[in-house]
């Protein structure tokens, strides 16, 4: 039995936030734990990998957006500056695809910005502003490296039998980086502004 002295005391220690926990672990990154989706443990962590490339390389094509957001200059200030923050929503709709597919299948997914750098392989961009060709150019190449790899893991998803990773990679992360790269790519296209040729 409790005093009442003491009683009262861890009661108002109750309130308190029980703040600076630690402890290990519950799932190491790399290990793929076993979920009831009627998946063998070898496909779920083919998958894993796989997905976690591609969710390393569609967060660095999203902060490359945002990036270009801030910095676009001259003419099109306007019309770009919206465009590039359209596309970082729409691949930041793909992060969270993409990582909690990761989860599904049992995988630990990528998720913070030094874990990001070292498994990419988009080329990192210099750090200041860049002329607005050069910006769409360095776009188009990293949604191209997406594409690539998307295109292949697709396949190895459906030749396994993960139709889920399948739909994925092709519904969401395929067709919309295609869209995106039309988007992009019309306004490297030299048309006349004001008079025609
Ligand atoms: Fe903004």
């Not at 861890?10 to 309130?15: E, F, G, H, I, W």
């Not at 029980?18 to 979920?35: N, S």
């Amino acid at each position: 039995m409790m005093s009442k002295s003491k009683n009262k005391i861890a009661l108002v220690d109750r309130a308190r936030p029980l703040d600076h926990q630690q402890a290990p672990e519950i799932q190491a990154f790399g290990h793929t734990t076993r979920v009831p989706i009627a998946l063998s443990q070898n496909v779920a962590k083919q998958s894993v990998e796989n997905l976690n490339q591609i969710l390393a390389d569609t967060c660095t094509l999203r902060d490359l957006y945002k990036k270009h957001h801030w910095q676009v200059a001259g003419p099109t200030f306007y019309q770009l500056h919206l465009l590039f923050d359209k596309h970082y929503e729409e691949q930041n709709n793909l992060v969270d695809l993409l990582a909690e597919r990761v989860q599904s299948l049992g995988g630990v997914s990528i998720a913070m910005a030094p874990d990001v750098a070292e498994t990419t392989i988009i080329p990192r961009p210099p750090k200041g502003r860049e002329e607005v060709p050069v910006q769409i150019s360095r776009l188009l190449h990293a949604h191209e490296i997406v594409l690539k790899e998307a295109r292949s893991m697709a396949r190895q998803a459906a030749e396994a039998g993960d139709d889920g990773t399948n739909d994925l990679l092709v519904s969401d992360i395929i067709r919309g980086n295609e869209k995106q790269v039309w988007f992009l790519s019309q306004h490297l296209v030299d048309v006349p502004l004001v008079k025609a040729d």
